[in-house]
């Protein structure tokens, strides 16, 4: 039986360059058995459109928490399903709001709904990364038993190098087996 087989996979993409890396993940989560059901923010939609991620999961992917549903709001379905959270690429703007409870979108509410396990791949220039206040956020939501995967050192979208390249899609995958086995 595969590892992903039953698993319910919350994919919730934001605005950063890096998310043409999350079609890969999408991909390998959906051919390793995984259910993904993909959130987007305005943001991540500028960079890549929700056909593209649809199309890679058979799935509808949620970018309004004011669309209309049956029986619960979208955010406490997709919170209540999930066997895990991936938040890929994690913006310094998404971390921060979920570090201070913000719920203003449909992807931080699903995140503030959740019992599920999260997991954080963040992702932005080096120093945003590096920045105190990220910093700091990035160590709140650890404390509070969020999952965190890089990010790595490397050439950055804005031509630079140093430590903010998101983790590679196989990175994130191995991390996504490991936190659903523990």
Known sequence: MNTLSNKNIVLGITGGIAVYKIAELASLLTKNDGNVDVIMTDAAQRFVTPLTFSTLTNNQVNTDIFKEYIVKPGHISLAD??????????????????????????LTSTILATKAPIL???AMNDNMYSNPVTQENLEKLTKLGMHM????????????????????????????????SS
């Open 149 to 180: 995967i890089g990010p790595n050192a490397g050439r950055l979208a804005c031509g630079r190098s140093g430590k903010g390249r998101m983790s590679e899609a196989g990175e994130i995958y191995e991390a996504i087996l490991a936190i659903l």
């Open 81 to 106: 399903k999930a066997d895990i959270m991936v938040i890929a690429p994690a913006t310094a703007n998404t971390i921060a709001k979920i570090a201070c409870g913000i719920a203003d979108n449909l």
């Open 120 to 122: 954080i791949a963040p």
